[in-house]
């Protein structure tokens, strides 16, 4: 059974930083593309970053590049995204996603597995 579990969610003062973790289980997480998508109250799911299998490929949506970093370590079957600069605008709900597709396909939001969420909320 495919399992995606986020967490390091929370709330944060404007300014601040936090790191979101997601341990997957039940595919080749080691082969698999990865990724993070948000949902802000109101809005579309939008992509926020994506990292090939191998970690050198990485993808940022523009309002985030320049603060906040996806890594991964397939050793421990996990993807972390370290925000920083945190502002209002990136408080949602984060989703972690897997994809036996390229960064690059999983950013325009093919993906195969989703996990269930984990809520971020920035506050000035």
């Known amino acids: 059974q495919v399992q995606l579990v986020e967490s390091g969610g929370g709330a944060v003062e404007s300014g601040g930083s936090l790191e979101l973790s997601c341990v997957g289980s039940?595919?080749?997480?080691?082969?698999?593309?990865m990724g993070w998508f948000r949902q802000a109250p109101g809005k579309d799911r939008e992509s926020v970053a994506t990292?090939?299998?191998?970690?050198?490929?990485?993808y940022y949506s523009n309002s985030v590049k320049g603060r906040f970093t996806i890594t991964r370590d397939n050793a421990k079957n996990t993807v972390y995204l370290q925000m920083t600069s945190l502002k209002d605008e990136d408080t949602a709900v984060y989703y972690c996603?897997?994809?036996?597709?390229?960064?690059?396909?999983?950013?325009?939001?093919?993906?195969?597995?989703w996990g269930q969420g984990t809520q971020v909320t920035v506050s000035s």
């Open positions: 996603a897997g994809a036996t597709e390229t960064a690059s396909s999983l950013y325009r939001g093919a993906a195969d597995y």
């Open positions: 039940g595919f080749f997480f080691s082969e698999s593309a």
């Open positions: 990292i090939s299998y191998t970690g050198t490929v990485t």
